[in-house]
């Protein structure tokens, strides 16, 4: 029996009473493949339809259950074309109601006089007159609809609440129980965790709000544990491996005072982390985290400067061309100074171009290689790669890491992000590192003062622009955010360039770049504002990350209202990059309150520590992690933010297995193995389990 269930858990969802053909493509859009997907499809919300209240008491605008008989029969009213409304008086004990439904003539006549239904809607009282709105109603004894917790399931077109909540309920039924517990029973016990078919039961059906949390509980706590155990088994099995131990780079001190600035105190306690790591004999697996502008760059040259010095090629990927480049530039003086060879690869370069560097990379005559994903794409074989750094980690997945890894025989890595979070959701979300943070600004630099306004100072602005650019300084605008289309937020882009460049700023030189920009045609773009032959970018989102041009002093940002924090931070973080008074303009035209409070703490605070946890407390974690693109497994239920007491518990529930049980080799962990192997990216299921 208990085989079977298991069986029928990962048959196709088309099995599924009352699923069929078209359903199965509608749930595969949403990510539902096999009949336990719908198990695991959990309702966004719930309503409550347990409470049933007598008509006489009703009062206006409430949502609730009456439970009466029909008097009347349906009364019939054509309102105009196309609104007909039909109705029926439902009297109980206590007072009569008017039942009222649009335009539904068969859910009307499904009445029958004299007969007890319940009905679920929302009332409306006025002038003592009653009426319950296109209520639902069943059979006063039916119990399917009513007077009881509802699930309310995330929809895609052409289905509904009724259709999800009979096929889960199906599902429920199929397996009957018989869903095999895969949490240990020391966790369960020692956390008081729900069983797991009273928690599939309760999440979707809940007897009541006690039962619900109790399920939803187990859920939390099951995906963080499963997250966490994940990510600490990828780090576990790297520590196992042979790593290559570097030796002490005495002429790195002198390295380090032929830079032109100093390095702040974070910097060098960042340093002085990496150091043992590399010297450790095992692979160093380090995150750097620091704020836009903290200078995470050159923790990276020096480390490459390290492994070069013992001999070893380094490698530093950028996400994007221009922050490749930039790299490259930045970086060639120094190496060169040192008699080190450093080299570019990109996808956009040519056949012969690249035939070239990978001929110098393979026969070790290239030191320092700094590329775009073209260092994972290409057949690249490497004379001895000691350290791989990623720039810019929220970009890349841990397989793509693993990847570049994997040219070299267990070289270090370091990983470098921007966006900085609390160190808590770093343990999380970077479980398989060890964490460094740059939490302090090289000295003098100004804070970009940022304000937020509306359309009425528009003509203020384009006047400060000018004056700006008239002293030679330079700006981008982030055009504004048109979610329903790439296409339209072309037009719109290209539209309002056109504008500016027809009224607000003829006399400026406006570049516009936007998504279907060619990769070619950006780098030039780019290439022409650093040279300062562009004085206004125009730009939708996708300018890049880590750009560079210390003369650029104005951020502008159309519809600042529907970005997160977090991005406006980064778009932020793009000027106030050199000596002069930077500004950011944030158009904010939402009078909602939380749109004012996200402006208020922009133009507080400069802190993206700060910004990023406001910006969880506003917006969720789900949205801001993207952890499918990082091959994690979804987080559907959990929430960082509110759910921190849960994930402390799951982390120690995590720490403590691996204690015990390392490889999860345990009888009783096998089917958690199991469980592991399927919640996690094929892509990075063998980084974690043998
Ligand atoms: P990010 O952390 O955003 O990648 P970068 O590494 O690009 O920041 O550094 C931003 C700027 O600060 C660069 O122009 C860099 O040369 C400069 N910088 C880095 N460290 C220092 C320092 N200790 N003192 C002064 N300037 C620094
Ligand atoms: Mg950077």
Redesign the pocket.
């Known amino acids: 029996m208990v085989i079977k269930i298991s069986e029928f858990l990962q048959k196709d969802i088309r099995f599924v009473t009352g699923v069929g053909e078209a359903r199965a493509k509608q749930f595969n859009k949403i990510g539902v493949y096999v009949a336990e997907d719908i198990l695991y499809y959990f309702p966004r919300n719930y309503e409550d339809r347990t409470k049933i209240k007598n008509i006489i008491e009703l009062v206006d605008g409430e949502t609730i259950c009456i439970k009466g008989m029909a008097v009347s029969k349906v009364a019939e009213s054509r309102i105009r074309k196309g609104l007909t409304l039909y109705k029926i008086l439902i009297r109980d004990t206590t007072e009569a109601i008017t039942a009222t439904w649009y335009n539904q003539k068969y859910v009307a006549n499904r009445i029958k006089l004299e007969e007890r239904y319940v009905f679920y809607g929302k009332v409306s009282v006025k002038f003592g007159k009653k009426e319950i709105m296109n209520p639902i109603f069943e059979e006063a004894d039916s119990n399917q609809y009513t007077q009881k917790i509802v699930p309310v399931y995330p929809l895609t077109a052409s289905m509904t609440q009724k259709v999800v909540q009979n096929i889960v309920g199906n599902c429920l039924k199929a397996v009957d129980q018989g869903v095999q517990e895969f949490l240990p029973h020391w966790v369960r016990g020692k956390y008081m965790l729900a069983e797991i078919n009273y928690a599939l039961k309760n999440i979707h059906f809940p007897d009541d709000y006690h039962s619900f949390m109790k399920a939803r509980r187990r859920f939390v706590f099951e995906e963080l544990f499963l997250l966490q155990l994940g990510l600490f088994r990828i780090r576990h099995k790297s520590q196992q491996l042979e790593g290559i131990p570097f030796k002490d780079v005495p002429e790195l001190q002198g390295f380090i005072n032929r830079?032109?600035?100093?390095?702040?105190e974070a910097?060098q306690k960042v340093l002085m982390e990496i150091q043992p790591d590399l010297k450790s004999g095992k692979p160093m697996n380090r995150l750097v985290q620091?704020?836009?502008?903290?200078?995470?760059?050159?923790?990276?040259m020096l480390t490459m400067y390290m492994s070069v010095k013992n001999g070893y090629q380094a490698a530093l990927m950028a996400p994007t061309e221009i922050l490749a480049e930039q790299h490259y530039k930045?970086f060639s003086d120094f190496f060169a100074k040192e008699n080190m060879k450093i080299c570019l690869l990109t996808g956009s370069m040519t056949k012969k171009q690249k035939k070239a560097i990978m001929e110098d990379i393979q026969e070790g005559s290239a030191d320092i290689i700094i590329g775009t994903h073209a260092l994972i794409q290409e057949q690249i074989e490497f004379h001895g790669l000691g350290l791989v750094v990623t720039?810019?980690q929220h970009r890349f997945g841990v397989k793509q890491r693993a990847t570049l890894a994997s040219k070299g025989k267990n070289p270090h890595v370091l990983v470098?992000t921007?966006t900085p979070i609390p160190r808590t959701l770093a343990l999380i979300l970077y479980g398989d590192l060890d964490i460094s943070i740059?939490d302090q600004l090289?000295?003098?630099r100004k804070k970009v003062e940022t304000y937020s306004i509306d359309d009425s100072k528009r003509k203020r602005l384009y006047d400060f622009l000018r004056k700006q650019i008239a002293e030679g300084r330079q700006g981008y605008i982030v055009c504004p955010l048109i979610e329903e289309s790439e296409a339209l937020q072309v037009k719109s882009a290209v539209q309002y360039a056109k504008n500016l460049k027809e009224s607000a700023l003829t006399e400026c030189n406006i570049g516009l770049l936007h998504g279907k920009i060619s990769a070619k045609e950006k780098e030039g773009i780019m290439r022409n504002f650093m040279n300062g032959d562009i004085d206004i970018l125009v730009s939708t989102t996708v300018i890049e990350v880590?750009v560079?041009v210390?003369n650029a002093t104005i951020m502008v940002i159309e519809n600042a209202e529907r970005f997160g924090l977090s991005q406006l931070h980064q778009l932020r973080?793009r000027v106030g990059?050199?000596q002069y008074q930077s500004y950011c303009i944030l158009f904010n035209d939402s009078k909602s309150k939380v749109s004012r409070e996200r402006m208020k703490i922009m133009q507080e605070t400069n802190d993206g520590f700060r910004i990023s946890e406001k910006d969880l407390q506003l917006r969720g974690p789900g949205e801001f992690f993207g952890t499918r693109q990082h091959g994690l497994p979804d987080l559907k239920i959990a929430n960082l933010f509110s759910d921190m007491d849960i994930l402390k518990l799951a982390q120690e529930a995590a720490n403590h297995l691996l204690e015990i049980d390392a490889d999860l080799l345990h009888k009783e962990h096998r089917l958690l193995r199991q469980r592991l192997m399927k919640v996690f990216d094929s892509r990075i299921k063998d980084l974690m389990l043998n």
């Open positions: 830079l032109p600035f100093s390095l702040t910097q620091g704020d836009v502008g903290s200078g995470k760059t050159v923790i990276a930045g720039d810019e470098m921007a740059i090289p000295p003098g880590g560079d210390p973080g990059r050199g």
